[in-house]
């Protein structure tokens, strides 16, 4: 298969042991009833399997709608992949799934959602900090608060729940690039990258008067706790929810979703370089 034929949202490349391992939101259920994920495996970034599923939703599990977004980590040994996921009777949130291949299949690992209860939350992202800290960053969805935001939440070293209060970093409205003719601001799909230099960025997904986007925050102290400042938008041709990884040969890429309307998305991927601390197209 070639990306044009992977249909999936939100797409997460995990390179592990010579081989690339492509997960993403299904396509055909991504605002329906949902049964699971899939995972794609190539060795050259072009070639890619069929789908496999590596993830089935469990009989008598709380959710079985929209399951969003999943990204899977090499921590400790193990897989995790954060899933948001979301029912009829609760409200959106993200939880962990565990597995010892990333092939699956990805089990429940928490008993419930990591996310604050009560919250509508979405697009959980894996950070670990300097000192080894893991957490968790996610948005609070628009449909909630209007003015969406992300934030930022300890976990426990073995993943298995909160380990203190969660943290606002921004709200979307913030960069001054933000349409504040708006009466709604979106955030979607945080991910965090560390530059060379020691930067911390974090690009995310929004609206703004040209489609859907990807944007470029970055941290002044470079933590987690430090002030978020916005750069332009990296990319504005209504594509966005990119993660960056490094393919095994050291090149660097960016892979996002485009165009941002079902059913024609699919996965693009974009080279990209470290320019003045920052993370720019090639």
């Known amino acids: 298969m070639k990306f044009s034929d992977v249909h999936i949202r939100d797409p997460f490349v995990l390179p592990y042991d010579g081989k690339y391992y492509l997960y993403g939101t299904r396509g055909s259920t991504a605002w329906t009833k949902a049964e699971g994920l899939d995972v794609y495996v190539s060795t050259d970034l072009e070639d890619w399997t069929d789908a496999h599923e590596c993830f089935a939703v469990p009989q008598n599990f709380w959710a079985d709608k929209e399951i969003w977004a999943p990204e899977v980590h090499h921590y400790n040994g193990s897989f995790y992949m954060f899933v948001t996921f979301r029912s009829e009777e609760r409200d959106r949130a993200t939880q962990i799934l565990k597995s010892d291949s990333p092939m699956g299949p990805f089990l429940p690992f928490t008993e419930d959602a990591i996310t604050p209860i009560g919250w509508r939350c979405l697009d959980g992202t894996f950070y670990v900090d300097k000192k080894g800290v893991p957490y968790i960053i996610f948005c609070r969805e628009w449909q909630q608060v209007k003015d969406g935001e992300i934030h930022a939440m300890k976990l426990k070293k073995d993943l298995t729940a909160a380990d203190g209060e969660p943290i606002l970093l921004f709200k979307a409205s913030q960069p001054d690039w ?71 040969n050291g090149n660097k890429y960016l892979i996002l979703h485009s165009p941002n309307e079902n059913p024609y998305e699919r996965p693009i991927l974009f080279p990209v370089v470290e320019i003045d601390g920052s993370i720019k197209l090639v």
């Open 178 to 248: 933000a349409d504040k003719t708006r009466e709604t601001f979106i955030t979607d799909g945080p991910f965090m990258y560390r530059t060379k230099d020691d930067r911390l960025l974090m690009i995310w997904s929004t609206f703004t008067p040209k489609g859907y986007v990807q944007a470029v925050a970055y941290s002044d102290n470079g933590e987690i706790n430090g002030n978020w400042l916005h750069e332009s938008p990296m990319f504005e041709e209504n594509g966005g929810h990119g993660m960056i990884f490094d393919d095994f």
